[in-house]
Nanobody, 127 residues
Framework: QVQLVESGGGLVQAGGSLRLSCAASERTFSLYTMGWFRQAPGKEREFVAAVKWSGSNTYYADSVKGRFTISRDNAKNTVYIQMNSLKPEDTAVYYC????????????????????WGQGTQVTVSS
């Protein structure tokens, strides 16, 4: 069973930047679309961004479009999300996840489409 381990979270002031990383334990990482989700206290888990298995397509929630950039390095089995111009409302636990179908080419924004999850990393943005 593949394992995903996130890192890079922390406390940052509004307007600052963070880069999260998510390392996968299996080489099959390159066959799957990968997503980032977040969950704030008292709220449901929400889609943030996804990158197709090939890296050729990326998708973003409207709330982060233009500020966040998702990328992947299949040689390192790692997916990243660069978060710029952070806002207090970006405060949440951030999770990376692996899609449940190999070579999926669609628009994968629902948590139900992902079946492997990391443990999460806290991002706190102070005002």
């Amino acid at each position: 069973q593949v394992q995903l381990v996130e890192s890079g979270g922390g406390l940052v002031q509004a307007g600052g930047s963070l880069r999260l990383s998510c390392a996968a334990s299996e080489r099959t990482f390159s066959l799957y679309t990968m997503g980032w989700f977040r969950q704030a206290p008292g709220k449901e888990r929400e889609f943030v961004a996804a990158v197709k298995w090939s890296g050729s397509n990326t998708y973003y929630a409207d709330s982060v479009k233009g500020r966040f950039t998702i990328s992947r390095d299949n040689a390192k089995n790692t997916v990243y999300i660069q978060m710029n111009s952070l806002k207090p409302e970006d405060t949440a636990v951030y999770y990376c996840a692996q899609h449940n179908r190999r070579f999926y080419g669609g628009y994968a924004t629902s948590p139900e489409e992902y079946d492997v999850w990391g443990q999460g990393t806290q991002v706190t943005v102070s005002s």
